[in-house]
């Protein structure tokens, strides 16, 4: 079975600034698809960025990149610019390409100090 | 348009009682998904539907737990003789269902307190 881990339970980073978030992932698989997906206080999940491992490119979605190093399964996500609104719990989440379902690391708290 | 909707948004209820969470999906997507996020067990699938019918109901953590579907859209998820371990946010997500690369919206989460 596959397991993703975030080793960071909580980060702080000065607004403006730039942060990395880290994620492991333990598969024996040779494509699947990795997201990071952000939850707010209001509970609702929102996808950030998503990854597909078989595209060499990291992602990019405005001040939001990953750095998705395959053979190290490694998949970790970079704010540049950060603002007050980024302050959130970040899930790393991995999807086989034969299955619906996520799989979910434990989280990162992200606290953006004006 | 409109995202996915959960009610209730809250719910406490007492040991030993049924509960009832329900999930709206985006409307014209196929495919819904059920988790649970709990402190101890973090972020956990329970059920995927495409239609009706549930080809992945691997989570699901006991024969408490059932869930339906009808009419390719209103979902329902019962959990019966509640526990206090069954205290958790339940969140629902659908997606289109069309290519295994669609993504999964989610909804704020039904948050049960089990006393």
């Known amino acids: 079975a596959q397991t993703v881990t975030q080793s960071q339970p909580e980060m702080s980073v000065q607004e403006a600034e730039t942060v990395t978030l880290s994620c492991t992932y333990d598969?024996?698989?040779?494509?699947?698809?990795l997201f990071w997906y952000k939850q707010p206080p209001s509970r609702q999940m929102i996808l950030v960025i998503r990854?597909?491992?078989?595209?060499?490119q990291n992602a990019t979605e405005n001040r939001f990149s990953v750095n998705f190093q395959k053979a190290a399964k490694s998949f970790s996500l970079k704010i540049s610019d950060s603002q007050l609104g980024d302050a959130a719990m970040y899930f790393c989440?991995?999807?086989?390409?034969?299955?619906?379902?996520?799989?979910f690391g434990q989280g990162t708290r992200l606290t953006i100090n004006p | 348009g409109a995202g996915v909707s959960q009610s209730p948004s809250n719910k406490v209820t007492e040991k030993g009682k049924d509960v009832e969470l329900r999930c709206d999906p985006i409307?014209?997507?196929?495919?819904l998904y059920w988790y649970r996020q709990s402190l101890g067990q973090g972020l956990e699938f329970l059920i995927y539907?495409?239609?009706?019918?549930?080809?992945?109901k691997s989570g699901l953590p006991s024969d408490r737990f059932s869930a339906e579907r009808t009419g390719g859209s209103v979902s329902t998820l019962t959990i019966q003789r509640t526990q206090q371990e069954d205290s958790a946010v339940y969140l629902c997500?659908?997606?289109?269902?069309?290519?295994?690369?669609?993504?999964?919206?989610f909804g704020p989460g039904t948050r049960l307190t089990v006393l």
């Open positions: 409307s014209g997507h196929t495919a």
């Open positions: 997500a659908s997606s289109r269902g069309e290519t295994m690369a669609d993504t999964q919206y």
């Open positions: 598969t024996s698989e040779s494509d699947y698809y």
């Open positions: 990854q597909e491992a078989y595209k060499q």
């Open positions: 989440a991995y999807r086989s390409l034969g299955a619906q379902k996520l799989v």
């Open positions: 539907f495409q239609g009706n019918s549930a080809p992945d």
